[in-house]
């Protein structure tokens, strides 16, 4: 390329923030915050799941023995959930995750 190509490029222009957040991290609380973002992704998952049984089952495309095991699937993996919430000590409706401009999770 010749230098005249090059002379209309320009980095683009950044501002810088004024003040850097800092993260603060507690050691105490790093495993019980972990756990409650995994819990977290695997609640919207069964619900997710839950959802998309619901449309198959009014769609009519699963037969009433699968509604019936798949039903049975997800409240085991919902009171898993709840369990796993009451061993690592955090509310079930703290499951949920603030996507900024996008709104809450679920």
Same mark, same amino acid.
Request: with cysteine; glycine share 6%; hydrophobic share 50%.
């Given at each position: ?24 991290? %507690?050691? %105490?609380?790093?495993?019980? %915050? ?73």
């Amino acid at each position: 390329m010749s230098q005249h190509a090059l002379t209309g490029l320009s980095a683009p222009a950044v501002a810088a923030p004024a003040t850097l957040a800092r993260v603060e991290i %507690d050691p %105490d609380a790093v495993q019980r %915050d972990l756990a409650r973002l995994v819990l977290t992704l695997v609640e919207f998952l069964r619900r997710l799941m839950e959802t998309q049984a619901v449309r198959r089952m009014e769609a009519g495309t699963i037969t009433d023995a699968q509604v019936e095991a798949l039903g049975g699937a997800l409240e085991q993996a919902r009171n898993a959930v709840l369990d796993m919430c009451a061993r690592l000590d955090v509310a079930p409706d703290s499951l949920n995750l603030d996507l900024g401009p996008l709104g809450r999770l679920m």
